[in-house]
């Protein structure tokens, strides 16, 4: 059973680092690519940046400098960083597998996460 | 990068209409096209993928159609279930969202 599970903290204060996990179950981080996806609050969806079933990063331009995604296979784990965070990054943040065959059919719960002081 | 443009952005409709929305590519996106319905508090839940096939489950009253850079959802026969908003994204290149159509029971 495929699952795809956010966690991290829910609040994040200005100017500080977020750190989420993505744990995956039901398949291999090495046969699959995880993407991260956010949605600031009632509004629409943003792709963030990707971790490749062959380790290969890549990111949305505008939040590359701000960045980074890792993973643990031995742990079924997929890592988002992003430094200086600032209120408008206010929203939930949702894992998302691809395959070539299913781009994009399975996605987390997501986690909300709320910058504020 | 190749931006998604949904119409109409919101749209009120009764149980039994027939329902149909756009996606317009600003570049040539093939078929990678997928439709998506998210309801408040869910994440998005995949209904088409290939612009054109339904994912498991999914009532065939929902109907994906387009290539090139036009696309089209429809729903033939409104359920009261069916209120949400439906996202079409994109992944011939790196993945973009259109703004979405909020779909609502008059």
């Known amino acids: 059973q495929v699952q795809l599970t956010e966690s991290g903290p829910g609040l994040v204060h200005p100017s500080e680092t977020l750190s989420l996990t993505c744990t995956v179950s039901g398949f291999s981080l090495t046969g699959y690519s995880v993407y991260w996806v956010r949605q600031p609050s009632g509004k629409g969806l943003e792709w963030m940046g990707r971790m490749r079933y062959n380790g290969d990063t890549s990111y949305n331009s505008a939040l590359k400098s701000r960045l980074s995604i890792s993973r643990d296979t031995s742990k079924n784990q997929v890592f988002l960083k992003m430094n200086s965070l600032q209120t408008d990054d206010t929203g939930t943040y949702y894992c998302?597998?691809?395959?070539?065959?299913?781009?994009?059919?399975?996605w987390g719960q997501g986690v909300m996460v709320t910058v504020s002081s | 990068n190749t931006v998604m443009t949904q119409s109409p952005t919101s749209m009120f409709t009764s149980v039994g209409d027939r329902v149909t929305m756009s996606c317009k590519a600003s570049?040539?996106?093939?078929?990678?096209v997928g439709w998506y319905q998210q309801k408040t508090g869910q994440s998005p839940k995949r209904l088409i993928y290939?612009?054109?096939n339904r994912d498991t489950g999914v009532p065939d009253r929902f109907t994906g159609s387009g290539s090139g850079t036009d696309f089209t959802l429809t729903i033939s026969n409104m359920q009261a279930e069916d209120p949400a908003i439906y996202y079409c994204l994109q992944h011939n290149s790196y993945p973009t969202f259109g703004g979405g159509t909020k779909l609502e029971l008059k």
């Open positions: 570049q040539n996106v093939g078929i990678n």
């Open positions: 998302t597998r691809r395959a070539y065959g299913s781009p994009f059919d399975y």
């Open positions: 290939w612009a054109s």
